[in-house]
């Protein structure tokens, strides 16, 4: 059976056998998407499990305009973006609470410059957004089309937040 006749089938009935097959060949992908932003293992499952009711409960909004893993990543990239506002932002109330233009090429030059333990700590320095589309670029090797459709903006959105994010990390670095 086919992934779009599987689709398909579980659009129409709900058939859980039918999930199970999706589950089975999206489950590793959605948790490495999910350990890469939350760096936490148990975390990281409890976050693939939540995307996955999310999966089973929209799927019939899937309309084959784009492959199935495309939009399996949007949901992932979204759902994990937003529970790293919501954590950024209790974190940030908590806080409250206890005190009452670089070209291209040189950027990725400058980027790959700085050590992975390095820049382990500058990527949890930046927001979620610039993490998360600096990982899709070279972490996960998508190409600036696969962003746009992941993420659903137009190229030119998706070359500018990629400069920003670049020219954020490559500052923090020199800083440090």
């Known amino acids: 059976m086919t992934e779009e ?3 398909k089938r579980l659009i129409h009935s709900n058939d859980t056998s039918a999930f199970s097959l999706l589950y089975d060949k999206y ?4 948790y490495y998407k999910c350990i890469s932003f939350v760096k936490d293992k148990q975390l990281a499952q409890d976050l693939t499990h939540d995307i996955f009711v999310k999966i089973f409960i929209t799927i019939k909004k899937f309309k084959f305009q784009s492959s199935f893993s495309t939009w399996v990543y949007r949901i992932t990239y979204n759902f994990c973006i937003d529970f790293l ?3 950024q932002k209790q974190h940030f109330i908590r806080l409250e609470d206890d005190n009452d233009t670089i070209e291209e090429e040189e950027s990725d030059d400058e980027l790959f410059a700085i050590s992975v333990d390095k820049l382990e700590l500058i990527l949890e320095q930046i927001s979620p957004e610039e993490k998360a589309i600096l990982l899709m670029k070279y972490q996960d090797d998508l190409s600036i089309k696969d962003i746009v459709d992941a993420l659903d903006i137009s190229e030119s959105a998706v070359k500018m937040r990629l400069k920003r994010a670049k020219e954020k990390v490559i500052h923090i670095s020199k800083q440090m």
């Open 85 to 87: 506002r919501k954590q």
């Open 5 to 7: 006749e599987i689709i």
């Open 27 to 30: 489950a590793d992908k959605i």
